[in-house]
């Protein structure tokens, strides 16, 4: 019997360290999965501001599809964090129903094991009572035998009904954690529910805007060869500046060696030059959002962003340059060793050649054009030409 009672002690013991180190793992899973949900919908939010800002003039625009784009993907990103967490949940609960009818096996167990002891003792006291039982004793140590029998048997019982009730404690807490999952588990996927719904709009959205973009292919060409014009110059007003930086620097002996080694110490860590926003044209080449069988060579990223956005630093540096191009507002230049960052789309600077300046120093606001897009464009110029910008910045799931 003893050796029952142990078997199932041991059993519970097993269950409930496995179940709290599964519990414990969920739980570090789960937190994850939050705070992930919590930053998408952060995100989620601010993008819902500068999409609103793309309709206040025009609401066919490629600002407003590439903000609807990003409002898209965001969507389908809280839908995914959703799956996962339900797909979790659905483990746990599986995991903690098998503990629950472990737990309820043992207790039946315990139950059973009970019953017998209440049976054999009416069974044995039947006929006599224990005072017989005891005085009945031939011997002093056959009496002092038979008390604690009776105290240990007694004893037994009582850690018997003791075992009963931790298990019936432990399995009626696993029942209702069981319950309070379920629950968890069907707000989910109502959430789940509403944000498909969501999603199902932004996309009837996206592909009439598509269509109506497509009947204006006329106009849009015409205003990407300006932009592409303009973009040239701004590459070359650039080069040109960076070029002649280089030469007074290597006239005058400047070791730049140290600044460099910092500025590439800080790939993938540098703070994004805007708070909020998001990547509304990568580097490098890729397909117009609109036009078939064109293709935009951007030499850095476009970020878009809210209204009167600051445009800040990104790493401690020199002011090298300050210039306005039309198409591309004005241009911010830094020097940090052999590399340089440039910020262009601004409308208004607050910094002036040669100026020292440190990571986060405001260089000014982001121009709105005539669509009420708000965007800036943000190169990193190396010793071989431009680099792409994002393998730089930090993280899009720390930062815009």
């Known amino acids: 019997m003893r050796s029952a009672n142990k078997s199932v002690l041991l059993t519970l013991f097993f269950v409930l360290a496995l179940s709290w180190s599964n519990t414990l793992l969920a739980q570090n899973e789960r937190d ?97 009572n224990q005072l017989t039982f005891l005085f009945s004793s031939s011997t002093f140590n056959q009496l002092f035998m038979r008390m604690r029998y009776i105290r240990q048997y007694g004893d037994a019982r009582k850690k018997q009904v003791r075992q009963i009730e931790i298990v019936q404690q432990n399995l009626n807490e696993q029942i209702a954690e069981v319950a309070r999952q379920k629950e968890q588990k069907q707000a989910l996927l109502n959430d789940e529910l509403s944000e498909n719904q969501k999603l199902q709009g932004l996309q009837l959205e996206q592909k009439k805007l598509i269509a109506q973009l497509e009947q204006q292919e006329s106009r849009i060409k015409k205003e990407l060869e300006k932009q592409r014009e303009s973009e040239r ?62 293709e935009i060579n951007n030499k850095g990223i476009d970020i878009q962003t809210s209204s009167n956005a600051t445009v800040k630093a990104v790493f401690p540096g020199k002011v090298i340059g300050v210039m306005s191009i ?75």
């Open 32 to 128: 994850k999965l939050e705070k992930q949900k919590a930053e998408i919908l952060r995100k989620i939010k601010e993008n819902e501001k500068i999409l609103n800002q793309t309709t206040e003039k025009r609401s066919t625009s490629l600002g407003r599809l590439k903000a609807l784009n990003n409002q898209i993907s965001s969507r389908a990103s809280l839908i995914k964090a959703i799956n996962s967490e339900v797909d979790l949940l659905d483990a746990e609960i599986a995991e903690n129903q098998s503990i629950v009818n472990a737990m309820e096996r043992d207790l039946q167990a315990l139950k059973k094991e009970y019953g017998q002891m209440i049976y054999a003792t009416q069974k044995t006291s039947s006929g006599f």
């Open 233 to 294: 110059e701004l590459t070359s007003r650039i080069e040109d500046i960076i070029e002649a930086e280089r030469r007074a620097a290597a006239l005058a002996n400047v070791d730049m060696k140290a600044l460099s080694t910092a500025f590439e110490q800080q790939r993938g860590k540098l703070p994004w030059p805007v708070d909020e926003g998001f990547v509304s044209s990568k580097y490098g080449l890729h397909a117009h959002p609109t036009l078939k069988r064109v």
């Open 326 to 400: 039309p198409g591309q507002g004005i241009t911010v230049i830094l020097q940090h060793g052999d590399y340089f960052t440039s910020y262009s789309k601004l409308k208004a600077v607050t910094v002036k050649k040669d100026q020292q300046v440190q990571a986060g120093d405001v260089l000014g606001q982001v121009l709105t054009n005539n669509e009420n897009v708000s965007e800036m464009k943000f190169r990193i110029n190396a010793t071989n030409g431009t680099v792409n910008p994002e393998t730089w910045l930090q993280r899009k799931n720390n930062k815009p």
